[in-house]
């Protein structure tokens, strides 16, 4: 109940494409939902985050889209770029309890 | 501003050894969270500490506590290593104990127990 899932686990783009990462969710006492952009040998970093009263959030190139009923949340990166390659992770979090990570999406943007 | 540091980079221990891994908060931050990331893996929350209490914990045995100094660094201890710690063992830092703050990541510890 406190996993999180994400597809598709590659994604290959070409350069300007749009990249679409899915995450779904079980636990309803999730209330907050982080992307995250990892690069080799570094640390994740937070791209952009939502909270379930909102349907969509975009800052720049990245949109997340969220459905509270269906409990999906998804990444979508505009003009995709080769700078963009990396391993993207979502996230759920029950405040004060847990924070969920998915399993991780390598995108690869072909220049 | 410095960002989180973690020491050591590496670290190669074997089966049933004890290890400390340590991390140095932003300036500014009073909260550090510890999580492991297996290879292909996302990262697995294992806990945070918030001044220096346990402000909440993931799924992990007792083998593995932590404790987060006055000036807010933090250690992570694992005792009695198992072949799957083998992981990095990336810190975080915020900038209060509200699990929706933005966490900075460190670059993490590549511990290999063999």
């Known amino acids: 109940q406190q996993q999180v899932k994400q597809s598709p686990q590659s994604l290959i783009v070409q350069k300007g494409g749009i990249s679409i990462i899915n995450c779904a969710y079980e636990?309803?006492?999730?209330?907050?939902f982080p992307w995250y952009q990892q690069f080799p040998g570094k640390g994740p970093a937070l791209l952009i985050a939502i909270r379930p009263d909102v349907s969509e959030k975009k800052e720049g190139r990245f949109t997340i889209s969220f459905n509270k009923s269906a409990k999906q949340f998804s990444l979508h990166i505009m003009d995709s770029q080769p700078g963009d390659s990396a391993t993207y992770f979502c996230a759920a979090i029950n405040y004060g309890q847990n924070f969920v990570f998915g399993p991780g999406t390598r995108l690869s943007v072909l220049p | 501003e410095t960002g989180v540091t973690q020491s050591p980079t590496h670290l190669i221990k074997t089966r049933g050894q004890q290890v400390t891994l340590r991390c140095s908060s932003q300036s500014g931050h009073n909260t550090v969270s510890w999580y492991q990331q297996a290879l292909g893996q996302g990262p697995q929350f294992i806990f945070q500490y918030y001044r220096e209490e346990e402000n909440g914990r993931g799924n992990f045995p007792p083998r593995f506590s932590g404790l987060q100094f006055p000036n807010y660094s933090s250690e992570l201890n694992v005792n009695a290593l198992e072949l799957d710690d083998s992981a990095l063992y990336l810190c975080?830092?915020?900038?209060?104990?509200?699990?929706?703050?933005?966490?900075?990541f460190g670059p993490g510890t590549r511990l290999t127990v063999l």
């Open positions: 975080a830092s915020s900038i209060s104990g509200a699990f929706t703050d933005t966490q900075y």
């Open positions: 636990n309803t006492a999730f209330d907050y």
